[in-house]
Structure formats: structure tokens, C-alpha cells
């Protein structure tokens, strides 16, 4: 007869950090308090705080965040390439550099490491193309320095690149909380009338459930289908790391 062991597991967890070399990257990581005269600008951490809110929402069966979810993987991408043809620009300018001189990376000597706290596949992507814009900034700067290019290229490339990320931070800048689920879309309750009139209406294939993106998490819905309050904000302690042993378990 085979023994029985009770076997307690717990959840998994991963330690994550991000170094970054470049002042360029460490301001977009950081963005702008609000202040006298001067709008704020999210920083890396007010975004990933919107996308482990968006993720949660989406989890509760919110139409909205499905659809802003949607709106922020296509911005993700484009950004994404925009990032890139401004690399493959800087390859290209690389490429005048004589095989007799050999350069290595370009690194600062006291870089900045930050732990990451991320909750969500969104936040996790941008995080990833801040560090494609921390390395395009090393390799602009070095190419300049080399005199590959002039300061008019380099003020470009770099200002280019940054434009392009702040613009992402700025469209997550703009979610709200819509509060209410698919069942109170189909009811057309209060919540829902109170929702659309301040967000519009979201594609049919949305309403349905039909159409999400692909980092969407499941939908547990409740047996009274409320929406309960969600745990994180957009200020405050940043979320621990998810549950990583099964999509399923996630948080």
C-alpha cells in the first residue's frame, strides 16, 4: 500500500530587478510629480501600478479594461517598433566605424538596479522597452562621441526614443476604473448607463467576451456577480509578484 504524504506547497516566487545605465532611461522611469504650473508625467511605476489594475479588473469581467487592455498591447507594439527602426538607424550608422578600432559596450561605472514589483504581463513588456531605449541612448552617445554622427542626430535619436515611451505612459495615464462587469452591461442597470455615458460603448466582440487580449487573465465571476473593490491603486506599495506556477493561480 503506497504512503500518503500531505505535501504543502507554497507559491512561487522570483526575485527581478532592472538595471538601467543612462540618466534618459532612469528620468522616464521615475516621470514627474505634480507640482505649481507643471503637469505630472507617469512614471514606470504609476504605469505598472495601472496594469496590475487593469489585469484585475479585466479578471472581475469588466468590458472596459478588456478593451483598454486591447488599446495598451497595441500601443505596446507600435512603440515597440518605433523603438526598433530607430536601433536598426543607429546599426546602420555603426556600420562606418573601421574594423581596425574595436569598441566595447558602453556602460556606466555606477549603474542603477531596482527591484521590480510586477503584476502583470503590460508591465512587464514595458519595462522591457525601457531597457531597449536605455541601451539605444548608450549606443547613440557612444556614436557621437566617436564622432559617427553629430550632436542634431543624437539630440534626435534620444529624443525620439523618449517621446515614443512617454506617449505610452501617457495613454495609460488616462484609464479609470469603470467598476462594473458584462452582466451589468446586459442588464443596462445604473452602472452600466453611469459607464457608458462616461466611456462610450466598447466593440460588440468586447461586450461578448469574444475578443481580448492575449495577457487577459481568467474571469472569475462571483455567484452574485459583483464587482468587488480592487486591492491595488496607483499609489502606495507596489503589489508582490504573481503566482507564477500556473496561469490558472495567477493573481
Given at each position: 500500500?503506497?504512503d500518503?504524504y500531505?505535501l504543502?506547497l507554497?507559491?512561487l516566487?522570483?526575485?527581478i530587478t532592472?538595471?538601467?545605465?543612462?540618466?534618459?532611461?532612469?528620468r522616464?522611469?521615475?516621470?514627474?510629480?505634480?507640482r505649481?504650473?507643471?503637469?505630472?508625467?507617469?512614471?514606470m511605476?504609476?504605469?505598472?501600478?495601472?496594469?496590475?489594475?487593469?489585469?484585475?479588473?479585466?479578471?472581475q469581467?469588466?468590458?472596459?479594461?478588456?478593451?483598454f487592455m486591447?488599446?495598451l498591447?497595441?500601443?505596446?507594439?507600435?512603440?515597440k517598433a518605433?523603438?526598433r527602426?530607430?536601433?536598426?538607424?543607429?546599426?546602420?550608422?555603426?556600420?562606418?566605424?573601421?574594423t581596425?578600432v574595436?569598441i566595447g559596450d558602453?556602460?556606466n561605472?555606477?549603474?542603477?538596479?531596482?527591484?521590480?514589483y510586477?503584476?502583470s504581463q503590460?508591465?512587464?513588456?514595458?519595462v522591457?522597452l525601457?531597457?531597449?531605449?536605455?541601451?539605444?541612448?548608450r549606443?547613440?552617445?557612444?556614436a557621437?562621441?566617436?564622432a559617427?554622427?553629430?550632436?542634431?542626430?543624437?539630440e534626435?535619436?534620444i529624443?525620439?526614443?523618449?517621446h515614443?515611451?512617454?506617449s505610452?505612459?501617457?495613454?495609460a495615464?488616462?484609464?479609470?476604473?469603470?467598476?462594473v462587469?458584462?452582466?451589468?452591461?446586459?442588464?443596462n442597470?445604473?452602472?452600466?448607463?453611469?459607464?457608458?455615458?462616461k466611456?462610450g460603448?466598447?466593440?460588440?466582440?468586447?461586450?461578448?467576451?469574444?475578443?481580448?487580449?492575449q495577457?487577459?487573465?481568467?474571469i472569475?465571476r462571483?455567484?452574485?456577480?459583483?464587482?468587488?473593490?480592487?486591492?491595488?491603486?496607483?499609489e502606495?506599495?507596489?503589489?508582490l509578484?504573481?503566482?507564477?506556477?500556473?496561469?490558472?493561480?495567477?493573481?
Amino acid at each position: 500500500m503506497a504512503d500518503h504524504y500531505q505535501l504543502n506547497l507554497g507559491s512561487l516566487r522570483s526575485s527581478i530587478t532592472l538595471t538601467l545605465h543612462t540618466h534618459h532611461a532612469a528620468r522616464l522611469w521615475q516621470g514627474r510629480s505634480r507640482r505649481e504650473g507643471v503637469h505630472p508625467i507617469l512614471g514606470m511605476p504609476g504605469y505598472i501600478a495601472v496594469t496590475n489594475l487593469l489585469k484585475q479588473a479585466s479578471s472581475q469581467d469588466d468590458p472596459y479594461a478588456d478593451w483598454f487592455m486591447l488599446q495598451l498591447e497595441e500601443k505596446l507594439l507600435q512603440t515597440k517598433a518605433e523603438i526598433r527602426n530607430l536601433v536598426q538607424q543607429v546599426s546602420q550608422v555603426e556600420r562606418d566605424l573601421p574594423t581596425q578600432v574595436d569598441i566595447g559596450d558602453n556602460l556606466n561605472i555606477h549603474p542603477v538596479t531596482l527591484p521590480l514589483y510586477i503584476g502583470s504581463q503590460l508591465g512587464f513588456l514595458a519595462v522591457y522597452l525601457l531597457t531597449d531605449y536605455d541601451t539605444l541612448v548608450r549606443r547613440v552617445l557612444l556614436a557621437h562621441h566617436t564622432a559617427l554622427i553629430g550632436r542634431v542626430d543624437m539630440e534626435s535619436w534620444i529624443d525620439g526614443g523618449a517621446h515614443h515611451l512617454r506617449s505610452l505612459l501617457g495613454l495609460a495615464q488616462n484609464y479609470r476604473l469603470a467598476g462594473v462587469t458584462r452582466g451589468d452591461m446586459a442588464a443596462n442597470n445604473a452602472r452600466a448607463r453611469e459607464a457608458l455615458e462616461k466611456f462610450g460603448t466598447p466593440p460588440m466582440d468586447i461586450l461578448e467576451g469574444t475578443r481580448r487580449s492575449q495577457f487577459a487573465p481568467p474571469i472569475v465571476r462571483t455567484s452574485a456577480g459583483s464587482v468587488t473593490e480592487p486591492a491595488e491603486s496607483l499609489e502606495g506599495e507596489p503589489p508582490l509578484l504573481p503566482d507564477v506556477s500556473d496561469e490558472g493561480g495567477e493573481a
